[in-house]
């Protein structure tokens, strides 16, 4: 069993940083890919990050150049860094986990097993 809570989200206008953080439960974190999802109010669930474990990374051509993913498998954490961002990306972020090889994961929502319960970004223009 896997759990993920998520932290970082807030307030920020345009052009500004945030920094999420999905801290997760269990002792096998490095065997899971990870990925962060948003969802805008009316709007589907979309991919923005993913990052394998090997360190492959693969990134939503929206926050291309952005966003960076990264992990710290001491610290059983994954995190979103989001610069410059937009009032575009105003969303409610999750982050997801799954242990299946990628080819069977693939990028989508509906591939992740394990969910967080998502922590809010707003940005204002």
């Known amino acids: 069993q896997v759990q993920l809570v998520e932290s970082g989200g807030g307030s920020v206008q345009a052009g500004g940083s945030l920094r999420l953080s999905c801290a997760v439960s269990?002792?096998?974190?490095?065997?899971?890919?990870m990925g962060w999802f948003r969802q805008a109010p009316g709007k589907e669930r979309e991919g923005v990050a993913h990052?394998?474990?090997?360190?492959?990374?693969t990134y939503a051509d929206s926050v291309k150049g952005r966003f960076t993913i990264s992990k710290d498998n001491a610290k059983n954490t994954l995190y979103l860094q989001m610069n410059s961002l937009k009032p575009e990306d105003t969303a409610m972020y999750s982050c997801?986990?799954?242990?299946?090889?990628?080819?069977?994961?693939?990028?989508?929502?509906?591939?992740?097993?394990?969910w967080g319960q998502g922590t809010q970004v707003t940005v204002s223009s």
């Open positions: 990052i394998d474990t090997d360190g492959t990374t």
């Open positions: 269990g002792n096998t974190y490095s065997s899971y890919h």
């Open positions: 997801a986990a799954d242990r299946r090889p990628r080819y069977r994961l693939g990028y989508g929502p509906s591939g992740y097993y394990y």
